[in-house]
């Protein structure tokens, strides 16, 4: 089954600088020239119906043939741009389960589940972390009983994999298909004040909605959490299977998350105003160069 528009996978894109093109910031299918920017982010009501002239001279309304590289919403309405999830956060950290706002999301289910959870655990992201988090965790020396070198590199490594892999796999398939809920980001969006939705982004670590949209108790992502530690018991050494390091480990994973949904929340915001920024520099410069010309 196919992964909607706001979780496919984008083309990879450098993140070591601002420097580079701004369209990458974009999701897929937004519009690219600074008329374009300047109409979607300053110009809402461009989407409201139009009266046009038919073959018989009558008055007739109707809504502009929408763009087909466009996300819309459930009404069939362009998403503004700073409502926009990309597929890749800076086109590299994955943001796959995401729903833009006011995007009508893919139905979730056991099948579209399993497929978005492999999705989420087997992309090469998903590595690059894992290798960076294990050479910090052996720099410090988090579990002795791992060793250090290549061997211990390793230790951590194949560890650290089990436990996203149980974790992603129970929070975005087995618990949230057995409890019906759907654990996807849904961004709260412009419109709200920051502390209002910085406070969202903690909630949603407590709260999940169901397959039918409604609030309820985020038993899938806690759950999964939780059974992530009792099942690394299993192959981490004794040392590291007490209960203060696994109660620990359980709340740097609700840290990661919040600090990972707070960057969803207010990434396309972000990325709204750099592009609009740089499209104005842009239009600016080409006038002034024809201004020159002439």
């Given amino acids: 089954m196919p992964i909607p528009d706001t979780m496919r996978i984008a083309n990879l894109a450098p993140v070591c600088s601002l420097a580079f093109d701004f369209d990458s910031l974009l999701p897929a299918g937004a519009p690219s020239s600074a008329a374009d920017t300047t109409s979607e982010l300053d110009a809402p009501d461009s989407t409201q119906n139009t009266s046009v002239s038919n073959s018989t001279g009558q008055n007739a ?62 992309d090469y992201s998903s590595f690059l972390f894992l290798g960076l988090t294990s050479l910090m965790a052996e720099g410090i020396n988090e579990h002795p009983a791992l060793g250090k070198g290549v061997g211990g590199f390793y230790a951590y490594n194949w560890r650290g994999f089990l436990d996203k892999s149980d974790n992603t796999y129970l929070s975005a398939w087995l618990l949230a298909s057995t409890f019906h809920e759907d654990t996807r980001y849904y961004a709260l969006g412009a419109g709200h004040n920051i502390p209002i939705r910085a406070l969202y982004v903690i ?62 929340e207010f990434y396309p915001d972000a990325a709204a105003h750099f592009i609009r920024k740089h499209r104005e520099k842009m239009a600016a410069k080409s006038a002034a160069q024809g201004a020159t010309i002439h």
């Fill in 61 to 122: 309304g109707t809504h502009p043939a929408p763009d087909p590289g466009i996300p819309v919403d459930a009404n069939g309405n362009p998403i503004p741009i700073e409502r926009q999830q990309p597929q890749r956060i800076l086109g590299f950290m994955p943001n796959f389960r995401t729903v833009s706002g006011g995007a009508k999301p893919h139905p979730p289910g056991w099948k579209y589940n399993f497929t978005v959870a492999t999705h989420q655990a087997t």
């Fill in 203 to 264: 909630s949603r670590q407590a709260v999940a909605r169901t397959y039918g949209g409604h609030q309820t108790p985020n038993i899938a992502g806690l759950g999964a959490k939780v059974l992530a530690q009792v099942v690394s018991r299993y192959y981490y050494p004794p040392s590291a299977t007490t209960f203060p390091v696994l109660a620990e480990k359980f709340g740097y994973s609700v840290m990661r998350d919040v600090i990972f949904s707070s960057i969803r």
